[in-house]
């Protein structure tokens, strides 16, 4: 499953669309607040975390990918935590 669209809704949240059209709004405060890393940390600031985006049907942020998360566990609805 790889997603095909995400807009960002509040705080740390974001509305995914995958590619069979599901539409999940995912909540990545989670795994932002119960995993300090310094490569993390600064998705913290919400100016940073809205700047994700869409690549090889995987949301990512920053340049080298600082952030992934499985699009198949997100589908599921498995928060990150």
Known sequence: MFITSAVYVSDYKVNITFADATEKTVDFGIFLKN?????????????????????SGNIIWGKNWDLIFNPRKLYEGVNPS
């Open 35 to 55: 995993h300090p890393h310094p490569q993390h940390n600064k998705y913290l600031d919400v100016k940073k975390f809205k700047k994700f985006k869409i690549d």
